[in-house]
């Protein structure tokens, strides 16, 4: 390895060692989210409310914590009441769930 090599190498550990911390950071940001919906969908599970299908989403209809709706072309379980929340427009109040069946 020469002298040019080796001053690469280091530099590149140098740089590999500052980023990380910054990576990690933006990396727990992103995924609290994530971690979030998880423990609501668990709590939710936990208090063992059944699910009820209420059909296609319509504007003024109001949903309660459980309901299911159908809406562009993916099912969506409401996690909170609420009226005239689009499900794509509202994900602390929506969970998507898949495919419409």
């Not at 002298?3 to 911390?21: C, G, N, S, V």
């Not at 709706?69 to 427009?89: C, E, M, T, Y």
Request: proline share 6%; aromatic share 6%; hydrophobic share 35%.
């Amino acid at each position: 390895m020469t002298a040019d090599q080796l001053m690469d190498t280091r530099e590149i550990e140098l740089y590999a060692k500052a980023l990380a911390p910054v990576l990690h950071q933006h990396i727990l940001r992103m995924i609290a989210p994530l971690e979030q919906r998880i423990r609501d969908l668990e709590q939710a599970a936990a208090k063992n409310k059944p699910l009820k299908h209420c059909g296609p989403w319509k504007a003024g209809t109001q949903y309660t914590e459980g309901c299911t709706v159908d809406h562009l072309g993916k099912r969506w379980i409401a996690r909170a009441f609420n009226s005239n929340q689009r499900p794509d427009k509202a994900p602390g109040l929506w969970d998507k769930t898949g495919g419409a069946q």
